[in-house]
């Protein structure tokens, strides 16, 4: 989802919130009518310096496995700098593998390092997902998306994915043309909406073209992965220690395909079915979200004098009907904005990304049936980043369909949308449609990617640990299931639970898991369910 009603589909599915796709945020809702992510603490800074102790180098050696006429690229030593409480430092990448003596971009990274360097294991690559979200939001607050062992032992090293974050990013569209995105009708209902949503699509592809020069043919995920075996060079390992949230398991299964002997111990949470094709993918994401909506208003059925109704249909019908006023009849709210129905859907799927956040569902939903939309818009501008001088933090939104639209431009024609109703309304009667939708997003796309994404099975790949939750709304956990079958060497790890992605959301079972494959190599027991 993602903007505007086709995006909607497919980047609400595998989007990063605020500090990272695979960790989404816990939301806090401020005095000011702002919001956040929940502060953490970071890494204690060198008291000489105010940053972490810089680490040394896995290995002093020339990088390895180097492919023919990248040598000058795989040589760099990033030049870290004190950021904060963390380092940062740039690599330089071909824009185009073909023709590496051509254009370069430099990508943004950002690292928190070991606090204990006695027992330093190595580096740890990481991605968010996405497509689009900056990588680098995962170790602003690192202790959220990662535990103590990881972060005593490894460098964290994150990176904005070429076409993101501060990675010579994208640009589609100017501020305003993305809050009309937001805000507007995710199904559209009659000919007129039909038309507007297909020249919105087909502009906004212009403006990418336009405002990103070359650059918009090549931010495929196969770049990205190539882009990761640059830095693995950079950091001087023999082979790449990762872990991918949502997305970032999709860009971790086409490195494995493309360089299956430098893959080391992998992680691979919430994971994509890359089997799936786009009408697949969509009907998938639309039962997941609808599973995630159910268990929420189960939730709240259970307990005393649930707001929603007595039932779980009374209350999907309480929700269903609030959305049909709403796009009928836009709420007010302290904002010079009202909730329209675009960002009323936005407000009511980024709390199902985890069940920490439901409370801030539950404050939403009871305020808009009152009347008023200020929360519900609230957490719609934290879905988009969008910040309270009605700017946009990172261009997550606009990177995810350009990314996304290069990986597989298949679209159907508006007016075949329709038929497609009955199935999707089976697979989640209140979100069903805006999935559909989500059938026509890449109209109008005018670059073709350079190179193709590979079927992936990781041949030859080191054990690869795919974790899955079973009431995942972004990624559903049959997912997970497909993927592991697919690899090769694929491991699965369940997680019995609701939100997205596994990893350090109080599971201990998982944890331990993840960390003892990542710190001592302890491949987990396949099967395994936590």
């Not at 070991?114 to 689009?132: C, F, I, K, M, Y």
């Not at 786009?278 to 307990?303: H, I, K, M, P």
């Not at 099975?457 to 997970?480: H, K, S």
């Not at 596994?502 to 599971?507: I, S, T």
Request: a negative charge.
């Amino acid at each position: 989802m993602s903007k505007k009603t086709t995006w909607v589909v497919s980047v609400i599915a595998i989007i990063a919130l605020g500090v990272g796709g695979g960790a989404t945020a816990a939301l806090v809702l401020t005095d000011d009518g702002g919001s956040s992510a929940a502060p953490t603490p970071t890494p204690s800074p060198s008291p000489e310096t105010g940053a972490p102790a810089s680490p040394a180098p896995t290995s002093d050696a020339d990088p390895v496995n180097v492919p023919e006429g990248l040598e000058r690229f795989y040589e760099q030593v990033p030049a870290w700098t004190a950021c904060g409480s963390n380092e940062c430092a740039t690599l330089t990448v071909p824009v185009d593998y073909a023709e590496p003596d051509g254009a370069t971009i430099d990508l943004n990274l950002e690292r928190t390092v070991a606090t204990d360097q006695a027992e330093r294991v190595g580096s740890l690559v990481v991605n968010p997902g996405g497509p689009g979200a900056p990588g680098t939001s995962l170790v602003e607050d690192p202790t959220f998306a990662f535990g103590a062992p990881l972060l005593a032992r490894m460098d964290i090293v994150a990176f904005d994915p070429r076409g993101t974050g501060e990675s010579a990013p994208i640009d589609c569209v100017d501020d305003a043309d993305l809050d009309d995105y937001l805000a507007s009708d995710p199904s559209p209902d009659d000919a007129g909406e039909i038309e507007e949503f297909a020249d919105t699509q087909a502009e906004f592809f212009a403006g990418c073209v336009e405002s990103t020069d070359d650059l918009i043919g090549h931010v495929s995920t196969v770049e990205a992965a190539r882009d990761m075996d640059v830095l693995r060079g950079a950091l001087r390992e023999d082979q790449l220690d990762y872990l991918g949230f949502s997305y970032g398991t999709t860009l971790g299964g086409v490195y494995a395909e493309l360089f299956a002997e430098n893959v080391g111990r992998f992680v691979l949470d919430g994971a994509t079915d890359p089997t799936l094709d786009f009408r697949e993918n969509s009907l998938s994401q639309a039962r997941g979200f609808q599973t995630a909506l159910d268990a929420y208003v189960e939730d709240c059925v259970a307990g005393a004098d649930c707001f929603l109704g007595d039932s779980l249909q009374e209350g999907l019908d309480t929700i269903s009907e609030l959305l049909e006023e709403i796009e009928a009849d836009p709420l007010p709210t302290a904002d010079d904005r009202d909730l329209q129905i675009g960002n009323a859907f936005y407000g009511i799927v980024t709390p199902l990304y985890s069940r920490d956040n439901w409370p801030f569902l539950d404050q939403a939903l009871q305020e808009a049936l009152s009347g008023q939309g200020d929360t519900l818009l609230l957490l719609a501008d934290f879905y988009s980043s969008r910040n309270a001088a009605g700017g946009f933090d990172d261009n997550s939104l606009e990177a995810f369909l350009a990314i996304n639209c290069l990986d597989d431009p298949t679209s159907i024609d508006p007016a075949e949308v329709p038929a497609e109703f009955d199935v999707f309304d089976e697979a989640s009667p209140t979100f069903g449609r805006v999935f559909a939708w989500g059938l026509a997003g890449c109209r109008g796309v005018q670059v073709e990617a350079a190179e193709p994404t590979p079927t992936i099975t990781g041949e030859g790949a080191a054990p690869i640990v795919v974790l899955g939750t079973t009431r995942d709304p972004a990624t559903p956990y049959e997912e997970a299931v497909a993927l592991a079958e697919q690899l090769e060497s694929g491991v699965l790890v369940t997680r019995d639970g609701d939100g997205h992605t596994a990893y350090n959301k109080d599971n201990a079972c998982i944890d331990a898991a993840v960390e003892d494959y990542l710190l001592e190599g302890a491949v987990p027991e396949d099967g395994l369910t936590c």
